[in-house]
């Protein structure tokens, strides 16, 4: 990573972000030093993660200086530094500030909920208990998010498929993709939508869009396997008297 050569400036924790600021921020690095790791800076990666839109990358940092005053966030190309943000409500706070501005509290909370809701839904993915991970993303939907709904409609399309209903499980990856138009996780579950439902060479589209945008997604098992699967479909519906199953 590219060390900063802004001067930091600690913005109060009670400050809001102009609108001005908020369309200019494209980056936030979140300092993981040892300093800013002990008073939760890690924690603060992962909720900004979860709350940043598509247009806004969050990243790790070194140390941004003012150590005591953690954990610090740099801002990105302005090299504004904000310090003292501990807490998942000021991570939501600063993240709604990029697109309402002063106006972001209310935003920040339904925000905050939805990532709740999501993560909440992916342990019930993980278990196996897809309707009622369906419902946490439904409810996390009806949100609308300042950010990361892209990430919701793409844990929506994997529940949706598992539970056969392919062309929802379209709709939702198509819906990530309408919102992030480079995410790689969005074209495999389109991908995987289509190769569901017979649409066997617009599937290899989807895969091939996301080896152009992440080549080396390529070298992962499962992508391998979706691959393998893709082929294996291709090879029966091209020989003569055979029909995919």
Do not use: W
């Amino acid at each position: 990573m590219a060390s900063l050569t802004f001067v930091p400036i600690i913005v109060a924790a009670s400050h809001h972000l102009s609108s001005t600021q908020c369309s200019q921020i494209d980056e936030i690095r979140v300092c993981t030093n040892r300093t800013c790791r002990r008073q939760g800076s890690m924690q603060i990666l992962e909720t900004l993660t979860g709350l940043a839109p598509p247009n806004v990358s969050v990243n790790r940092s070194g140390c941004l200086g003012r150590c005591g005053a953690g954990p610090n966030l740099a801002l990105l190309p302005d090299g504004v530094t904000i310090g003292h943000c501990g807490t998942a409500a000021r991570a939501a706070e600063i993240m709604a500030g990029f697109c309402y501005g002063d106006g972001g509290a209310d935003a920040a909370m339904k925000s905050l909920d939805a990532l709740s809701l999501r993560k909440r839904a992916e342990g019930k993915i993980l278990n196996g208990d897809f309707s009622d991970a369906e419902l946490l993303l439904c409810q996390a939907t009806e949100l609308n998010p300042v950010g990361g709904l892209h990430i919701i409609y793409k844990d929506r399309s994997i529940v949706r498929l598992a539970m056969g209903n392919h062309s929802g499980a379209l709709d939702d990856a198509r819906q990530a993709l309408a919102l992030a138009h480079q995410y790689t996780e969005a074209y495999i579950c389109e991908g995987d939508a289509l190769l569901a439902m017979y649409q066997f060479d617009a599937a290899e589209k989807s895969y091939s869009t996301c080896l152009q945008i992440d080549p080396s997604i390529g070298r992962s098992k499962p992508f391998k396997a979706r691959m393998a699967k893709l082929q294996e479909k291709l090879t029966a519906v091209n020989s003569p008297g055979n029909y995919p199953m």
